[in-house]
């Protein structure tokens, strides 16, 4: 309701606020009309001598973990380039934080391409789809 | 005219009593307990401002600033206890003891109206400035607390009951949110069934098999899950028949006990084999509440109550 008019109008803004008051801004379709492959984010750590290491983003609990996986999702359908960008950027400056000592993240995004039922049963198990990859050199100076 | 008039007032407002508002009450209490609970590890590396913890609360709160200035956020109750000279750490502390307070609260039903707006607030709050971690659950629970702080309480089962004993409860009015609960959950589920009958992924059960092996739901082994295939198409348009029948099978009385076991069974197993406890809590909490009272009668219920039915000529002058 009211998306034709201007974002700032009093009308739309009431109506955004409403809806976000009562719990009903977003709809109630969870897993459809199909359920997409999973998201996954992998950290390639880069040290000064030259080691790299891989790691995950990490959550203290299995509730944390749920909302982590519905953030790498928003991430999957932003459409906005430069907000991806940003979220995983946030992201990889979390991670850098339990590395100081890391002079670049390579931050890689992807789905994990789910099995089918018969794919499994041949044999195939999940495999890591890159959808996009993000480097950030770590400055002193940060 | 005048019949249709009646006839959809006494549909809105039928006389009800609070036995649906004090399963909601406490539902609700248990609901922010194990919320709070659930995110004591990570509540300030997920609600952290900018380079602080996972992924900065001020991303959010600019984008639902956008959408409108009134949504309640974080930040708002930051500006507020750094007046009071407290820092940001301790103020989302002070939140989280807040909200599990107002959880106890609203469980014994102490104070009931103002825990149940300050609950609201509060996980509202918490909700939007953690806007990009939030799912399905979030929602929900802000639809249950919404629609408990403005129902008329406290109910009979409270502690506020007890210790004030109010005079009188507005039969017409808890009748109306209690339809508003029921309307809103039929329309929930009609909606979320008709989009998962139109993805063929729910007829063949492949939809089934991949919410199973998906991280972070991935509970159970694909090697034990795959001897139950033959099962997965059955299950898949199961849900999809539950969730879209839900507004034409739990309205009757013949069907509603039925169907009212198949929605909590299919949310008991979405908690167990997809380990998602609160969603699973939270639906069965508003399922419960909406539509448990008046299958089971109870001992002290009077004996021409009709917990679902409007009365004949309840509202007429």
Partial sequence: MGEQLPVSHPVRQFIAGYEHLAGIESSYGYFSPNVTDSCRLVFEIHYSDGRIEYDLPSVGSHAAGLRFSSLLDKIRLTTDAELSELMIKMLTYAKWQEHPEAVKIRAIFGEMVLPSV????????????????????????? | MRRWRQQILEFFFPAETDRWLSILRVGLGVQIILYCLSLWNDWIYLLAPTGQGLISRNLAESVLG???????????????????????????????GLLLLGGILLCIGLFSRW????????????????????????????IGLFYLMLSPLPDKASLDWKIYKPLAQNSELLGFFRRVLQLHLSIAYFFGGLSKCLGGGWWDGSSIWRALIRPPFDVLSPELLVKWKYLFPAIGIGVWVIELGYPFFIWSKRTRLIWLTCVLLMHVGIGLFMS???????????NLAAFGPGLIRWQSDPPSGSEMLPRKGALSA
């Fill in chain 2, 66 to 96: 956008v959408e409108s200035i009134v949504i309640p956020r974080i930040s708002w109750l930051v500006a507020a206890g750094q007046c009071l000279g407290l820092q940001n750490e301790a103020i989302l502390w002070v939140v989280w």
């Fill in chain 1, 118 to 142: 018969d794919s499994f049963e041949r044999g195939g198990h999940e495999r890591f789809e890159v959808r996009q990859t993000y480097e950030f050199v770590i400055k002193e100076t940060q």
């Fill in chain 2, 115 to 142: 825990a149940a707006i300050g609950t609201w607030f509060l996980h509202l709050c918490a909700v939007k400035s953690g806007d990009l971690l939030v799912y399905g659950v979030d929602n929900f629970v802000t």
């Fill in chain 2, 276 to 286: 998602m406890y609160l969603f699973a809590s939270i639906m069965i909490i508003l």
